[in-house]
């Protein structure tokens, strides 16, 4: 190891660096460079790199910015193998920095070294066999099973800190500052084989290269968890709020949606990470979303319960078995409905026998104890007592709440592997991450099935497109092209030519006034739904133009078959600039904005992902059997979805598509797009 840059001077990073490399204990020879001092921490120095006697394999680099590619050149030279760029002063100070960050990159890969950084904390690796801090952390890490990456650096140092503190112990941690080179998705791909590593956790603000990390994620992710603390905003949303699909994705859709998809958990703070990382570590995944909470206080019963139920899991009641033999083992003030509620007076005793027969309800994949200690209760009995029954294949998590005497308590449960938290709300939270990966290891990817399309004949339309949104019937015919059905219509002129239409068409008809600039047609009253007759129609022509035309330039009539179905549902897409196409499907129909029930994915779509984008809506049951409606074609809309993805797919100039609504008729029935609009790049 070279250390180049390495300092005398007491609070220098060049100084701390050395520092930490002696003391923690690696295993190598440390060579410090600096061609002023002769010695640093009692270590005798080296002028130059090149004046190094051993081979480098790895050299830490904290010279001044306009150094830097100087000694990474010499670094080149003398054969060594990676860098670590600690320096700031590159790519996030633009301009200048930027040229330095990209000559730095070309005399890496002219030399074939690796480069963290630069402007990074350093790396760690715990390993036995290494005992590697070249970072200038002021805190020691203890070993264990968590790698970690962070993308600031100054974050780096305080994650290092809480994580320790959490009780967790360090195997490897990378700060990878500008990422240069070295990128989250190589770190983790890395970690993959070593075995100390057992899970992953991040901490990023942008993904360098989405396609790669989603990649990496998923195929790593199934044996280690990955875990994601992600802050910064896309600009999807901004970018593209022309339509509902836009507007409703928001800024961290993107993100978000990613991350879900490649089976990384993703949670909104460190410590949730923290808990979820020692869940994860030391507890089974629950089989199925079912909790039981277990309490001696009816207030934080009902708060878990809540936040359980918030979080969308349930709160099952317990088999009549389960409740007679509660009945017989506690008090009869004792609730024993979940949340069974002990009471105050419950001693260890009383939370062993309770939680014995909870954890073997055959209703109950995982449980939630609550502890408030009172003062006439020895909280550590308490907890040695959950210890005991959490030994099981059903995850256990312990809420301690109130007074210091739950100090030995909580390290006690800590040490034996149960997440402890403070609130209820978190533990609820945690507890959905778990069963959000049990679900997301049990799903298996579904093929595509075998779509028809003309692509030749939306090719026809959109080479002569103009950039921009396309005419509503361009849009209609290169959706029509890939499959999607739409309600009969004709386009004309006239009132007497609107009632032709009707008639060619057959009642009920619904007429719409149409003209580039006018987006949403409902606001202006521009749609006449459910004409039952040619009077009908060219009375209410006759009113479109007097209202619309002079306002319209080039406004026609459309006349459209009124389509039968019972269900308006929204089908979309928006490329995100960084993450691809983002699909969005939702209950749809000219309220979208005002619910916002929407499920995102992005592409890659398997063959099972529209039918989850479906059941995760909120309005789910209204697409199934509600209230004497029938169902609707789900099955078709997931159809759609996928025909969507292909066209998108097959033509990477659309930016933006939109179906909405898509009318859904009852499965076999007629299940009609009434309005659609598409952008094309430009
Ligand atoms: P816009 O979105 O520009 O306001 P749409 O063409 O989507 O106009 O029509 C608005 C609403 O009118 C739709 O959400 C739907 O409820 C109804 N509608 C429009 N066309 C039809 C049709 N052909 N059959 C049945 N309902 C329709
Ligand atoms: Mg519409």
Known sequence: MAVVGASRRPGAIGRQVVANLVESGFQGPVYPVNSKSDVVLSMPTYPTVSKIPGPVDLAVLCVPAPEVVKVARECGKKGVKGLVVITAGFKEIGGEGERREAELREVARHYGMRIVGPNCMGVINTEPDVCLDASFAATRTPAGAVAMVSQSGALGEAILADASAAGLGVSMFASVGNRADVTAADLIEYWADIDSVRIVLLYVESLGDPAKFVEVARRVGRTKPILAVKSGRSAAGAAAAGSHTGSVAGADVAADTLFQQCGVLRVESFREMFALAAALLHQRLPQGPRIAVVTNAGGPGILATDALDGAGLEVPELTPRTKAALVRALPVEASVRNPVDLIASADAERYRRALRLVVR????????????????????????????????????????????????????????????????????????????????????????????????????????????????????????????????????????????????????????????????????????????????????????????????????????????????????MTRDPRYGPLFAVGLGGTHVEVLRDVAFRIAPLDGGDPAEMFAQLKGAPLLGRFRGDPPADVALACEIVLRLQRLVLDFPLIEEVEINPFILAEPGGESLAVDARLRLQG
């Open 361 to 572: 309800d055959p209703n109950v994949d995982a449980l939630i104890v609550l502890f408030v200690s009172p003062i006439m209760i020895d909280a550590e009995a308490v907890a040695a007592a959950i210890v005991e029954e959490a030994a099981t294949d059903k995850p256990l998590l312990v809420c301690l709440m109130g007074r210091q005497r739950g100090r030995e308590a909580q390290e006690l449960l800590r040490r034996s592997g149960v997440p402890v938290f403070r609130y209820p709300e978190d533990a609820a939270r945690t507890m959905r991450s778990l069963c959000r990966r049990a679900r997301m290891l049990e799903r298996e990817s579904k093929p595509l099935p075998r779509l028809r399309v003309d692509r030749d004949a939306a090719a026809a339309v959109l080479d002569r497109a103009a950039p921009g949104w396309l005419a509503v019937e361009d849009a209609e015919a290169v959706l029509a092209a890939y499959g999607v059905p739409f309600a009969p219509s004709r386009r004309v002129t006239t009132p007497g030519d609107a009632v032709g239409a009707s008639h060619e068409l057959g009642f009920p008809v619904v007429l719409k006034a149409e003209a580039r600039s006018l987006v949403h047609k409902s606001e202006l009253h521009a749609v006449v739904n459910g004409l039952r007759n040619g009077d009908e129609v060219y009375r209410a022509a006759e009113d479109l133009r007097r209202r619309l035309a002079r306002r319209f330039r080039g406004l026609r009539l459309l006349v459209q078959k009124r389509a039968p179905g019972h269900r308006e549902i929204l089908i979309g």
